[in-house]
T-cell receptor, first 114, second 113 residues
Framework: AQSVTQPDIHITVSEGASLELRCNYS??????LFWYVQSPGQGLQLLLK??????LVQGIKGFEAEFKRSQSSFNLRKPSVHWSDAAEYFC????????????FGKGTKLSVKP | DTGVSQDPRHKITKRGQNVTFRCDPI?????LYWYRQTLGQGPEFLTY????????KSRLLSDRFSAERPKGSFSTLEIQRTEQGDSAMYLC???????????FGQGTRLTVV
């Protein structure tokens, strides 16, 4: 069965520092992979997605993610974090087939120190 | 605003009452999903529509839950005889097709007292 693991429940970084959020997935075929961000009281906003091709994908708000098939990982990165990036981040894998519903990880809460 | 719209944003209900939520997807999206999210968890899939057809239901969706999407446009999610365990954020999402990801509404927060 498909699954997503986000090993870090909570991460704190200083403003201006680099960020990497980890995501590991379990899926039998080439997955569709996504990162979403959720601010308090808000719905989820799609940051970026990977289907195929270039394993380094660029997203909105200066985020990027790299798909590594050998490690079953899809880590999210940002070179310089802004205070407004504080939010919860969810990695998701497309369940495939005709449905296309998403399997989400439990999320990583990002706090940003001034 | 052309995003996914959900109504109401908040609902407080007494245990045993029925509640209904509405979702208006992005107009050109034929796929519509309902998810449930509890505190500290990621969203969990409940059900999926392609146009008006309900193609998949999660085991999380007990008999007290029913969803419809008449005419393939808006969707409703009804919970009958609500229980305290139903308290959660109910998220609706739509998509133009597999692999595009899903575009989420802001959710309906249900509190059962």
């Amino acid at each position: 069965a498909q699954s997503v693991t986000q090993p870090d429940i909570h991460i704190t970084v200083s403003e201006g520092a680099s960020l990497e959020l980890r995501c590991n997935y379990s899926y039998g075929a080439t997955p569709y992979l996504f990162w979403y961000v959720q601010s308090p009281g808000q719905g989820l906003q799609l940051l970026l997605k990977y289907f195929s091709g270039d394993t380094l994908v660029q997203g909105i708000k200066g985020f990027e993610a790299e798909f590594k098939r050998s490690q079953s990982s899809f880590n999210l990165r940002k070179p310089s974090v802004h205070w407004s990036d504080a939010a919860e981040y969810f990695c998701a894998v497309g369940a495939g087939g005709s449905q296309g519903n998403l399997i989400f990880g439990k999320g990583t809460k990002l706090s940003v120190k001034p | 605003d052309t995003g996914v719209s959900q109504d109401p944003r908040h609902k407080i209900t007494k245990r045993g009452q029925n509640v209904t939520f509405r979702c208006d997807p992005i107009s050109e999206h034929n796929r519509l999903y309902w998810y449930r999210q509890t505190l500290g968890q990621g969203p969990e899939f409940l059900t999926y529509f392609q146009n008006e057809a309900q193609l998949e239901k999660s085991r999380l969706l007990s008999d007290r839950f029913s969803a419809e999407r008449p005419k393939g446009s808006f969707s409703t999610l009804e919970i009958q005889r609500t229980e305290q365990g139903d308290s959660a954020m109910y998220l609706c999402a739509s998509s133009p097709g597999q692999g595009w990801g899903a575009f989420f509404g802001q959710g309906t927060r249900l509190t059962v007292v």
